[in-house]
């Protein structure tokens, strides 16, 4: 039951409001900004482009633009990016992101490599922990995994994906009750997760509570549903 979720989760905003002191500091940045904000991913690479031809050492340009490549799925130009602005500047997003690239390749080892060069700039980033924690469970590496979980939760306990994710390391590792808890802890955060409904009912089916079980699968498939009917009205 080896993780085969993406990690990539940071959002837009997130990204940008990360940044947000350095978008006022740089007024050139900040127009190349609000494009990737208005998902005009190839235009923003455009004005980043001009930022650099005018301060090659702009590392948050270097960084922005590898930002861009990544939701272009440009991954490997991305990195480069990401490489660039590293030589300029250490910091800990370049890191992040480049493991966010690295795992969208497949490659889990580089992935949870390049976590790790964040957290050694700074230590205190749930979501690198989490991300971190499903690379090593993509590797089949569930007690390292459930330690990253860990550490991501008690930075942020609020996150239902990494308690999800725990529970994923405790299921693979047999450890089904402990699991079990993990899943409730993320329902209780955000009931609409159908996986960790799902989830939850391979939890209690290996605990030989097959009524629960059954409960708890019906609550995924009426979920996923209700996601899915959803997903289609706003693509419509």
């Known amino acids: ?9 940071d959002t837009k905003e997130r990204i940008v409001e990360g940044f947000e002191k350095l978008v006022y500091t740089n007024v050139n940045n900040r127009w190349c900004i609000r494009l990737i904000e208005k998902n005009k991913f190839s235009k923003a690479i455009e004005c980043l482009n001009k930022v650099i031809k005018l301060d090659p050492e702009d590392y948050a340009a270097w960084t922005f633009k590898g930002i861009a490549l990544m939701y272009l799925e440009n991954y490997h130009e ?26 969208k390749l497949g490659d889990f080892e580089k992935a949870f490599k390049a976590y790790d060069k964040a957290l050694q700039i700074y230590p205190n980033y749930p979501n690198v922990w989490h991300n971190k924690g499903v ?79 059954l409960e708890s699968y019906k609550k995924s498939v009426i979920i996923k549903k209700i996601s899915v009917n959803n997903k289609t009205l706003l693509d419509n």
């Open 1 to 9: 039951m080896i993780s085969g979720r993406s990690n990539f989760n």
């Open 78 to 103: 991305a990195i480069i990016a990401f490489n660039k602005s590293l030589e300029i500047s250490l910091n800990a997003r370049p890191w992040h992101y480049k493991g966010l690239c690295f795992f």
């Open 135 to 213: 690379s090593l469970e993509n590797l089949g590496r569930h007690e390292e995994a459930l330690k990253a979980y860990n550490e991501s939760l008690s930075i942020n306990s609020d996150n239902f994906k990494a308690w999800y994710e725990k529970g994923v390391s405790l299921e693979n590792l047999g450890r089904h009750e402990e699991a079990l808890k993990a899943y409730n802890e993320s329902l209780s955060i955000n009931s609409d997760n159908f996986k960790a409904w799902y989830e939850k009912g391979v939890s209690l089916e290996n605990l030989g509570r097959h009524d629960e079980a």
